[in-house]
Structure formats: structure tokens, C-alpha cells
């Protein structure tokens, strides 16, 4: 999908000067931007939300307990000792 964006002239030398110091494409560097704006909203959305922080919480804490199983050698070694029982 083809897009046009119209951007004020200050705003659009800034977008070329941050393009030009990163070594991106002005497409590239509109992109990223609207990729972190769209992850900050998410995070925000997420930290607004009393439930997601709890439900975050209580992982952390079963991660810091030892509860979750991280990576194929512990999964592995979980399911040896299931089928020992």
C-alpha cells in the first residue's frame, strides 16, 4: 500500500538529518518511527492495565521461584523426569 505523507518543512529536515546520521533511508528512518510510537502505545496500554501488570507480576515470581522451565534442555529434562514417575 502506497502512502503519501505531507510533513511540516522544519519536521521533514529533522526526519532527513536523523535519516542521514543513522545511515537509513528516509523510508527506513519513518518506519522505525512509527514502529517505536506504535510499541510505546502498546507498552502504555499494558501498564495502564491493572490486570496485565498482575498476571506480569505473578510470572516473575514463578520465574524467580523456579516454577517455569526456561529453554529446550530444561523442557527435555522436565518431561524425562514426568515419565520416570
Do not use: K, N, W
Not at 546520521?21 to 527506513?28: C, I, L, M, P
Not at 510505546?40 to 501488570?53: F, K, N, Q
Amino acid at each position: 500500500m502506497a502512502m503519501t505523507l505531507r510533513l511540516d518543512p522544519d519536521l521533514d529536515a529533522e526526519l532527513r538529518l536523523a535519516a542521514e546520521e543513522d545511515r537509513r533511508s528516509v523510508h527506513q528512518t519513518v518506519v522505525l518511527a512509527i514502529e517505536t510510537f506504535l510499541a510505546l502505545r502498546e507498552t502504555a496500554e499494558v501498564l495502564s492495565d491493572a490486570e496485565a501488570l498482575r498476571a506480569l507480576a505473578d510470572a516473575r515470581q514463578a520465574l524467580s521461584d523456579g516454577d517455569i522451565v526456561v529453554g529446550v534442555d530444561a523442557v527435555r529434562s522436565l518431561v524425562r523426569g514426568r515419565q520416570a514417575s
